[in-house]
């Protein structure tokens, strides 16, 4: 299949795109975030290797080309996490925000079946499908996404999410079908078993919400302008 015909969960799983390092970050940081958990890390740990990670792949780069030849894009991205989060591990100390400051404490140790595959597939297709779930949240009416959210995120029977939103209990489940279907046609697994729901709502609970990723793309945002390695 070609870039141009693959779905859009192909092209992501693949890298296949020329990407400046706010793009990256809006399709790969919570795969980073996901990986580094699977290793173990803490969410505020997780979230400091998302940073070190963007700033080893970018540094001093503005855009960024997958290397097809590097073979599958997330073997190569999880063995750059790997390899950050070893490094954290390896040194004596290590600084990690708290809401009173700085502090110093170390990283968590491996976890017990941290393997170089461990949670490694599993982590980077919840990530993926959350991508796609941002994707089609932007393609939708505020309605019809939320009709979605309260049935299959949250669980909401059809008559009271149409009080809710105003929406008839019908126009309720075809907004919960109507994006499945989007899902479904930008690449999403898990459809013909009727697992995608509860894949999402995994998705969903294992990564950063909306507001902590914003605050990781200011965070490194700022760290790159004050390296130099953005211009002013």
């Not at 970018?58 to 997330?74: K, L, M, P, T, W």
């Not at 075809?174 to 995994?202: C, N, W």
Request: proline letters at 3%.
């Amino acid at each position: 299949m070609s870039t141009t015909q693959a779905t859009l969960l192909e092209r992501l799983r693949n890298g296949s795109a020329v990407l400046a390092w706010e793009e990256f970050f809006q399709r790969y940081g919570r795969a980073i975030f996901a990986l580094a958990r699977s290793r173990g890390c803490s969410e505020h740990s997780a979230e400091d290797v998302v940073q070190e990670v963007m700033l080893a792949i970018f540094e001093q780069h503005e855009v960024f080309e997958y290397d097809a030849s590097r073979g599958r894009f997330r073997d190569w991205l999880a063995a750059v996490v790997r390899n950050v989060v070893a490094t954290r591990r390896r040194r004596p100390s290590q600084q990690v925000r708290g809401e009173g400051g700085d502090s110093e404490m170390g990283i968590e140790p491996e976890a017990a079946d941290a393997s170089p595959d461990a949670g490694l597939e599993a982590a980077f297709e919840r990530a993926m499908l959350a991508v796609l779930l941002a994707v089609v949240r932007q393609e939708v009416a505020p309605e019809t996404y939320q009709a979605f959210e309260l049935v299959t995120l949250h669980d909401l029977p059809g008559r009271e999410v149409a009080k809710i939103t105003g929406l008839s209990r019908n126009a309720v489940y075809l907004a919960r079908r109507r994006v499945l279907r989007r899902l479904r046609d930008l690449g999403a697994p898990y459809v013909e078993d009727g697992r995608l729901g509860d894949r999402v709502k995994e998705a969903l609970a294992s990564l950063p919400d909306d507001l902590a990723h914003a605050a990781m793309s200011v965070r490194i945002e700022k760290t790159m302008r004050s390296r130099g390695e953005l211009s002013q």
